[in-house]
């Protein structure tokens, strides 16, 4: 017990005596004034203004220190005293839990000092997190000079590479200039090599352009990586000093909270200090005043005990409230004692994070700088390879431009000759063009002048053929008419509407352009000719057949008998040449026409007297075209009186003197004449037209007759009978024309066989036409030839026909003359044709009358 509280005690002046070493301690002596003021007045709550009164006191107080510590010493001496009264005699429970109080409080004061302590700390730590946004910032700012500097060497880098590159560049002009030599010199292995090397370099350019993309691409790729994670710290350390800055107000608080529970706890021991002061004083007050009576100290002691109970009762009650205000402080401690830890913790944790970021920081920096080195020290490599394996392609240029360059030297003189050669010909190639268009011109010239000379000679010479043709013509003429031989002329007849169209209508005759007298006709391929006296073709006029019949016409002027037959298949242009069309007349009209007008031109010496019959032969009986009746049948019978000479009773025979007399008797016969329409020609004629023309003269000098006769004869279509599908009637027709013409055929036939006899009695054509078909007449036969292949059989038969005519030799013609008194009358002529306008007489040859042989007109 007595060690216990001699601990107690000592603990007590242990306190007390720290609590004076402190200027601002919470223990500092309450002013009397303090004491003396009711405990009621002052208030738990301590402003900041009753610290500052109480600090003032304190100044105040602290003048009188020495004294009052003198006080102090004895009241704590007194104290001490009463303590020990207390619990000598006491011996009260209560004291003892004031004493443990003040332990706690003591205790409570060691552990807010200790909190002071930790308040420092963390002051520290903030201090040192700042020390860490510091540093951060430093590694932050250092990494991006870092970035800046790797950047700077990266361009620096690119640009080495593109002197590299322009180096490669210079070595590729260098390499085309080479091959453009080699080109020029014509080299093949140099070809071979700087192909080679051109592709060597082309692969390094591109090998150089990927480690250059490669390099660029990853080095942009770390770069973008690291801007990303420094984003990311960035926002953390953002974070962080959101964090630490809300730290750092809550520690704030916590200070102030902290600092107002230290001027509470200094406020609760300065009442404390005040009430022991007080305390002391009563004791002291007691103890001066009670002295000499000792012997009632104790009752003293007692009747002031109550008092003091009462105090300590209060004081109780103010250690039970400054107990709680501890506990209210310890709890506020504990939970900021909590809170720092946490802070700590976090700040650890912070700590910990930067740390690791740091090392992330290092470890990707440390990365990225290896990575770079590597690529660094590969591009090197990649740079110095292409370097070398260009240094090495410059040397094998430079080598194969040497050999190019020995090569030069040996090629130079063969170049030169080239060069002179090439010269030579590049004058010759100049001049060419000159001495080709000279040797052209000479050429031209000289061809021109061989062609103009064979073709002088050509037409020389076809002048002389023609020549000699025509000669050979009049010499044939010649021997024709001296032999009495039939004309045979062929007219071929334009292709028509009437032919249609097709193969049918195809033109088969062809024509010989140097001599008139051939013709050819094609068949299957095969051309046959055929030589006649004259050949007209499609484009022959009207007028130039007339022209080649007219000395034949003329000579019935002169006593001659003469005829012309129109021989042809139906449609073959009979009619056409004979008649012609109003416009364009034929035979018939040109030849009265010409007959008039001879016979006028011959008027001075002669008296003409014309005139026309008609006579047309249909189924073999022979019609008067100009009689009243046509219908009528002649007879051809033998003069009487006379030697065989042929006449035709009752046929109308008319005197033309003019062109009116001529067209108006056409135009009657060719009413007359009877035409029928086949299937073959629309206007076929199914009969022979004969227009006849008696030319009586008389030369009035001499008195010599002559009685001319001209046979104008529009044969009816020679085609076969098959051939015309002709049926009852116009079979008939037909047949008839056919046995006329078979009869034609006979005479000629015979004539050409020159027989005795010459069946012209078969058939009323050849009978009629027995004088100019005999030996003392003319016959001229106009072939009518069809051009369509349709036709081609009837022309080849036409053809044929006339071809065998061509062979009749009539021999030399007869003129029909008879001498008469010079002054005797034509009209007094003994002759019945003359006579009579009625009968036209083929009379036997009177006596007196002579048939003279003279040479053809
Ligand atoms: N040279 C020609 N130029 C123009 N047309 C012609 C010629 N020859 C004949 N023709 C025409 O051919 C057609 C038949 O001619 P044309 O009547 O003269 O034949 P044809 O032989 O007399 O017949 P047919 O025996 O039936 O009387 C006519 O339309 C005629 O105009």
Redesign the pocket.
Known sequence: MVGTLSQLLQDTHEVLDREDLHEESPFEKPTMQDMRAAPGQRSMKVTLQDLRARREAKDLQEKKQPQVKQEQQGFRDRFVNLHLLRQLKDSRPQQDGEISESRQLQKRLIYLQKNKDLHEQNKQGKGQVQEYYKDHNGVESGLQIKLKELQGKLEQKEKEHEEVYKKLQEVQRQVKEMSSLQIEVGGTDLEKHRDLLVSENERLRQELQLLNSHLGSEKKLEVEALKERLAIMEQQEAEHKLLISSLQREVQQKAERLAEAELRLRDSARERVEEEERLNRMLREYQLSNQPQIKYMVKTVEVDSAKTKAALGELQNRNVYLEERVDMQRDSLQKMQQQVQLEQQEVAKLRAQVKLYDLELDKAQTQMVQEYETLQVEKEQAVAEAFERAQEEMRAVHQSLDGVRKNLLTLQPALRTLTHDYNALKRQVRDFPALLNEAIGEARIEFSQAVKHVSDTNAELLHKYRKELHLRKECHNQLVRLRGNIRVLT?V??I?T?DGVGPGAENVVNFDPDDDGVLYVAQKGKEMSFELDKVFK?S?TQEEVFREVSPLITSCLDGYSVCILAY??????????MEG?PSDPGINQRALHLLLSEVKERSNSWEHELSVSMVEIYNETLRDLLGSDPSNSLEIKILPGSVGELYVPNLTQRQVQSMEDINKILELGHKQRATEH?N??T???RSHALLILTAKGRETSTGICSTGKLYLV?L??SERVSRSGAAGERLREAQCINRSLSALGDVFSALRSQQGHIPYRNSKLTYLLQEPLSRDGKALLLL?VSPAEKNINESLCSLRFGDRVRAVELGAPTRKIEQLPVNAELAESESPVLRSTKGTSMRKKPQGSVRQRTSPP
């Open positions: 007219r007849r334009p028509t009437e499609p022959a042809g298949q139906t449609g073959s242009g009979k009619t056409y040449s069309i086949t073959l020609n206007h076929s004629s529009d009816a279509g009518q």
